[in-house]
């Protein structure tokens, strides 16, 4: 690892429209983080993790830096009763984006608290600390990989706590930002439609 800084590259910035998320949005959780590989200098958004590990991502490359590790948000002075848990960050930035674009005046995003696994198989390390939650709210992949994850949240807690799978939200997306991008170019059709319309000559 070379460096760390706040978001502003614009390749980076770009990389997360092309996937419908909110740079400003992004840039209170990744930075972007400038690190070489056999003699290759790269740049990449970097997200931390509890052990101070970091998913990279850029448009041609998915990977990290050890150790692996699930990353837990809370806010401070707050014990909510809530967790929202997502497979990835691209997720979790995308679960931020809609509400902010839904709810903009009250988002209520300190309402709960969040976990990002960095993969379901960090389930494991999740189970402890989602323990001290009344409600789960799972928004993992509608893939085989992630209902197994939800299995196993639930076979751990399924008597106790309210579990909900919330993928169910996005059913017919791979995941929830494959849901956001499809949002927003649906509403990027619906304006071009509305400007045509509008530039169109009076009869």
Same mark, same amino acid.
Do not use: W
């Given at each position: 690892?070379?460096?760390?800084?706040?978001?502003?590259?614009?390749?980076?910035?770009n990389y997360l429209k092309s996937r419908g998320i909110a740079p400003e949005v992004a %840039?209170? +959780?990744?930075?972007?983080? #400038?690190? @070489?590989?056999?003699?290759?200098?790269?740049?990449?958004l970097a997200f931390k993790n509890n052990a101070g590990g970091y998913e990279?991502?850029?448009?041609?490359?998915?990977?990290c830096t050890s150790p692996k590790d699930i990353t837990r948000i809370q806010f401070a002075g707050k014990r909510n009763a809530a967790?929202?848990?997502?497979?990835?960050?691209?997720?979790?930035?995308?679960?931020?984006?809609?509400?902010?674009?839904?709810?903009?005046?009250?988002?209520?995003?300190?309402?709960?608290?969040?976990?990002?696994?960095?993969?379901?198989?960090?389930?494991?390390? %999740?189970? +402890?600390?989602?323990?001290? #939650?009344? @409600?789960?709210?799972?928004?993992?992949?509608?893939d085989h990989a992630g209902m197994e994850a939800l299995r196993q949240i639930r076979k751990e807690y399924g008597r106790d706590l309210y579990i909900r799978d919330a993928s169910q939200t996005y059913n017919g997306c791979?995941?929830?930002?494959?849901?956001?991008?499809?949002?927003?170019?649906?509403?990027?059709q619906v304006r071009s439609v509305k400007e045509t319309h509008?530039?169109?000559p009076k009869k």
């Open positions: 690892i070379l460096s760390t800084q706040p978001l502003q590259n614009p390749a980076l910035t %840039a209170d +959780y990744v930075q972007e983080m #400038y690190y @070489r590989v056999n003699g290759k200098s790269l740049f990449a990279l991502r850029n448009p041609g490359y998915k990977g967790c929202f848990v997502f497979e990835g960050f691209m997720d979790y930035l995308s679960f931020l984006t809609l509400r902010l674009e839904n709810c903009p005046k009250f988002p209520e995003l300190d309402r709960q608290d969040y976990m990002v696994l960095n993969s379901v198989s960090n389930v494991s390390k %999740a189970l +402890y600390p989602l323990g001290s #939650y009344e @409600r789960i709210h799972c928004f993992f992949d509608n791979k995941d929830l930002n494959e849901y956001l991008q499809k949002q927003v170019e649906r509403k990027r509008s530039q169109s």
